[in-house]
């Protein structure tokens, strides 16, 4: 997100801050996406009234998710999933896949299924599942490296390959080619060639399965122990597509799509228009953007609502006119259609600045200062019933870019006493005049430190008139 980097160089140098890097969180959708929410606060501390402080944050969609994703795609080439069928089903798998987009840390895989028959006079089984090469290199390989993987160079994605040479009973074409497909349906045997290709992915990784098929299985049990009862032990999520119903009774929970879904936690649609895939598929299994929200302290400042597969984002609002004493919670918030949500928090202590009184050169009414010599300048911070000199921090103490005198054993030349007879403390430091910094034509000086008031670290503040002499 190179879009919401600030420039804020100047600005720290300006306000003498500290800047830090953008807070960020990853989170997987539902739908096995990459969720990123990035909030860019320049800085962690700030002088309230020094001026603005804008904020960004964007929520994106399709980056690497925190824990591996592996898509499985399954489709039924049975014999009654006819031309216009299968058309149909291949363009939706595609689609599905090119709206995940080239995400990394995601692998797809590809089983097509039929049925099994047992011819009577060999009583050989012919073939009824086939996991797909994905990869147009040596051997067969189940698993493409990323949904958009491209080996071949040919700027069509090998999954897309592979899918449009897929034909009924014929199998898969590409790149190493099936046998010949049976012309039964066998869920048994589809959901049992997905759990061995789980078996192969490391534990612990996010396993989700698009099913789909024109009709009920014909042959096989569903759910036999290495079927079903196993894809559920697994924890994969199967959502699950009826092609070509005219009502929802294909998604019914007493039906075998119906039932896969639901006993996985995924979802069963009726598609009783086939070619309305290309469509109904990304639909279903992706997610969109559809809220991000900026506040702090509890306060909304600002919301993005809306319906965006990549991106929202919201941009420089300044939140120095919210800003309170102490520190300061800024928080991003987005949420998809699907109901995933992330959040990330900045912080930023602010703090004002303290006006001191104090006093150049006590007993003296010309505060001459000769900015060539080498003496010390003797400076007084006049403590008060609102300013208690106790709370100074001397090391920070600077005039005019001079710090207080130290002897050679580092000791600071500074001392607390009552300058001006009043019963208050006052800190009388002397500071070394040859290292201040001061035009010749200054009429004052001022001196700068930290003090700690209520348990904040605080700046401080305080002018006196002085005469430069020669």
């Known amino acids: 997100m190179k879009t919401l980097l600030f420039t804020i160089g100047a600005l720290a140098a300006t306000l003498a801050i500290e800047t830090h890097a953008i807070e960020s969180a990853i989170t997987t959708t539902t739908t096995g996406q990459g969720l990123e929410l990035q909030l860019d606060v320049p800085v962690t501390d700030m002088l309230i009234g020094s001026g603005a402080l804008p904020v960004a944050t964007a929520a994106t969609l399709g980056v690497a998710p925190p824990t591996p994703v592996n898509i499985y795609y399954v489709l039924d080439i049975s014999g009654s999933m006819t031309l216009p069928k299968l058309t149909a089903a291949r363009a939706g798998l595609i689609a599905l896949n090119n709206s995940i987009g080239d995400a990394a840390n995601t692998e797809i895989a590809y089983v097509v299924f039929a049925g099994a028959r047992v011819e009577s006079n060999t009583q050989q089984q012919l073939l009824e599942v086939y996991t797909a090469d994905l990869v147009p290199l040596e051997g067969i ?10 080996v071949n160079g040919n700027g069509i994605s090998d999954f897309q390959e592979v899918v449009l040479s897929t034909e009924v009973t014929h199998g898969v074409r590409l790149f190493t080619q099936s046998p010949r497909m049976d012309l039964y349906t066998n869920y048994q045997l589809a959901l049992e060639a997905v759990n061995e290709l789980i078996a192969q992915q490391p534990q612990g990784e996010i396993n989700l399965v698009t099913f789909v098929s024109d009709g009920m299985p014909t042959r096989g049990d569903y759910l036999a122990p290495d079927a079903l009862p196993a894809t559920v032990a697994n924890g994969a999520i199967i959502n699950t597509f009826a092609v070509g119903y005219s009502t929802a009774g294909g998604c019914a929970l007493n039906q075998p799509l119906g039932i896969m879904a639901s006993d996985t936690g995924g979802s069963c649609t009726v598609v009783s228009d086939p070619a309305n895939l290309s469509t109904t598929l990304p639909e279903v299994l992706t997610t969109t953007i559809n809220h991000l929200s900026l506040s702090i302290n509890g306060t909304l400042l600002a919301e993005q609502n809306g319906n965006e597969p990549g991106s929202l984002v919201i941009s420089s609002i300044d939140v120095a006119p919210h800003l309170v004493v102490g520190d300061n919670s800024i928080t991003s918030l987005t949420t998809t259609a699907d109901g995933t949500s992330v959040s990330v928090e900045s912080v930023v202590n602010a703090y004002r600045e303290v006006a001191v009184t104090i006093d150049i050169r ?18 007084v911070i006049l403590g008060s019933d609102q300013f ?24 600071m030349h500074y001392s607390i006493t009552d300058s001006n007879g009043d019963g208050h403390p006052d800190l009388l430091g002397h500071f070394a ?3 201040m910094s001061l035009p010749s034509d200054a009429t004052a000086a001022t001196l700068t430190g930290r003090a700690v008031i209520d348990g904040q670290d605080t700046p401080i503040r305080g002018s006196d008139n002085v005469r430069i002499v020669p």
């Open 141 to 150: 390989q189940p698993f493409a490296s990323s949904p958009l993987a491209d």
């Open 362 to 379: 006590p007993g003296s009414d010309s505060n001459t200062l000769n900015l060539s010599a080498r003496g010390a300048l003797p400076v």
């Open 388 to 411: 208690d000199v106790m709370s100074v921090i001397p090391e920070t103490l600077r005039i005019e870019a001079a710090p207080l005198n130290s002897n050679k054993k580092g000791k």
């Open 433 to 435: 005049i040859g290292e």
